[in-house]
């Protein structure tokens, strides 16, 4: 599989390597989408850029939000799943693919136990099930009390594992490989000591996950730095949604924290905890019929009007008051062992806690299927906007939607390379060395953390966007730090467009200038591709099939 190419010394590529389908990340939606494509007789490669298992996805606490057959609450049904989908996601979503990833759940789920996934049983011998934001029913599967993604991701790499999966660690993607007419023949990358490469394919699927490390606080692991979503839109793809970034609710709180921040999974709210201010009194009274388990972008705006407005200043945090939750250290380990690291007892003490950037609903445009708007590349899992979100994730979706469109991106993958669909990969051209605007990473986050995290305003966009125009120097991509740093810079240069055309408050954007939703002008999605110079714009907004 593997060729020398030229020669180091002039930063071109040193090592070639070529498979039907390169597959980037192996997150829940990469390694499904490369299991099945083997299955379908593809040579595949998966790429990552830390350790097979280092995934985002391993950090998923709540769940699998899935309807099965026998196993659900009276009345509930795969249709509410959806309805409730659709509230969640504020007008923006795209109800046949909601409908679509939805009802294809109960497949896959299925097709996951099979191949070894252990998700927790119930007291009658059915699978447990819990309640999270923005469901009406207990719908949501779990596995090791709070560790679902953990299981999830050990169950795919043991898989992969045992078939022989060729994985490629430590490497990260630089750029698109496109042909004269514009289709993707594979990536550059850079090995772990910035020795550059080719890898040759004639589709390329990016399921690279999000971009949380825009932000100083975030639930996402280091790797969450947007680089998928950058080499897309270098490439020439679209992508949309990107002011919606939904910011989890409840992250635990320790004073200075930066980088990725311990969860406390929603579910724990679903057990019965409430959250409360420093006074103990509770913050989601009288703001959501649902209370403390109202969609998350209503109760981490709830908890950001809070701490502005403590009696005595600003607060940096609340509490979650889950004293009175049964048997907390046997159901919920993870946030146990977290809570115990920095002194506190759930079972005795109120968890201090406050919203932290946790998932991107926008992303790469692309179907349910995988397939985006350039020949040769696809994208699945948080990388991509597949119209499932809209405006703010429903709780313990990501997990299912990764599992449907890995395995719905694979076959298209396989249908398109029948019917000769994609490009010669021979023919696509091997870039130079790239250059590209890079911002100061802690400048980038503080920044991004102060102006575009919950509440926004044309003001602090502005003076956002200035600081990126101002702190950015062209850069040679010659490490895996600059290719993060670059795609960082870029993603967050698309962001505060999107963000400051947006002049209301819809789901995960919320507008301080403009509280109001306005369905009549804003129920619609915003695309964005990069200029002939590199820079991103915006096209015409465009109506959103929910606004039907």
């Known amino acids: 599989m593997t060729t020398p190419v030229t020669d180091y010394q002039t930063k071109t590529p040193v090592w070639e390597a070529r498979a039907d389908l390169l597959v980037l990340g192996s997150g829940v939606a990469g390694l499904t989408a490369a299991l099945r494509a083997q299955e379908l007789g593809l040579r595949v490669l998966v790429v990552t850029k830390a350790a097979v298992g280092d995934g985002n996805t391993r950090w998923a606490q709540g769940g699998v939000a899935v309807v099965l057959d026998g196993e659900h609450d009276e009345g509930d049904s795969v249709d509410r799943h959806v309805e409730d989908t659709l509230v969640a996601g504020a007008g923006l979503c795209e109800p046949d693919a909601v409908r679509s990833i939805l009802h294809a759940g109960p497949r896959s789920v299925s097709w996951l136990r099979d191949v070894g996934a252990r998700f927790d049983p119930g007291a009658t011998g059915l699978l447990a099930r819990t309640r999270e934001g923005g469901h009406s029913a207990f719908r949501v599967i779990h596995a090791g009390g709070d560790a679902t993604g953990a299981e999830v991701e050990r169950t795919l790499v043991a898989e992969a594992t045992g078939r022989r999966l060729p994985v490629l660690e430590r490497h990260i993607a630089v750029d698109a490989l496109l042909t004269p007419l514009g289709a993707v023949g594979g990536v550059t990358v850079l090995d772990p000591n910035g020795v550059p490469g080719l890898l040759r394919a004639p589709a390329v699927l990016l399921a690279t996950g999000g971009l949380g490390q825009l932000y100083q606080a975030t639930s996402n692991p280091e790797i969450a730095t947007g680089d998928g979503l950058a080499l897309a839109l270098r490439a020439g793809a679209q992508a949309a949604d990107l002011e919606f970034v939904q910011f989890h609710p409840t992250v635990l709180y320790t004073p200075g924290a930066r980088g990725r921040c311990p969860l406390v999974t929603e579910a724990v709210r679903g057990e019965g905890a409430v959250l409360v201010d420093g006074a103990g009194a509770s913050v989601m009274r009288g703001v959501h ?104 994730r429903l709780a313990s979706n990501s997990l299912l939607e990764g599992l449907v469109t890995g395995a719905g991106t694979a076959e298209s993958v396989a249908a398109d390379l029948a019917a000769g669909l994609l490009a010669d990969p021979k023919q696509a051209r091997e870039p130079r060395l790239k250059t590209a605007p890079v911002a100061d990473r ?105 606004a039907a």
């Open 289 to 392: 019929p649902l209370g403390d388990l109202a969609p998350r972008d209503v109760v981490s705006a709830a908890i950001t009007r809070r701490m502005t407005t403590a009696p005595g200043g600003i607060d940096d945090h609340v509490f979650l008051d889950a004293t009175g939750v049964s048997s907390f250290a046997e159901r919920f380990p993870t946030v146990f062992a977290a809570c115990r690291a920095i002194g506190v007892d759930p079972a005795r003490d109120p968890i201090p806690v406050t919203p932290a950037a946790h998932f991107a609903c926008g992303g790469v445009v692309a179907g349910t299927d995988g397939r985006t708007g350039v020949t040769g590349l696809y994208a699945a899992g948080e990388v991509a906007r597949t119209g499932l979100h809209g405006a703010n």
């Open 442 to 546: 802690d400048g980038l986050q503080r920044a991004m953390s102060r102006y575009a995290a919950i509440g926004r305003d044309a003001d602090g966009l502005a003076v956002l966007g200035s600081v990126l125009d101002l702190s950015t120097q062209d850069r040679p991509l010659r490490t895996h730090r600059d290719v993060e740093d670059a795609a960082l810079t870029l993603v967050a240069q698309a962001l505060v467009a999107a963000a400051e055309r947006r002049t209301e408050s819809r789901g995960c954007h919320v507008r301080a200038d403009f509280p109001v939703r306005d369905d009549e002008t804003w129920q619609r999605s915003q695309l964005i591709r990069l200029s002939p110079s590199g820079q991103p714009v915006l096209a015409d907004p465009v109506a959103a099939m929910g």
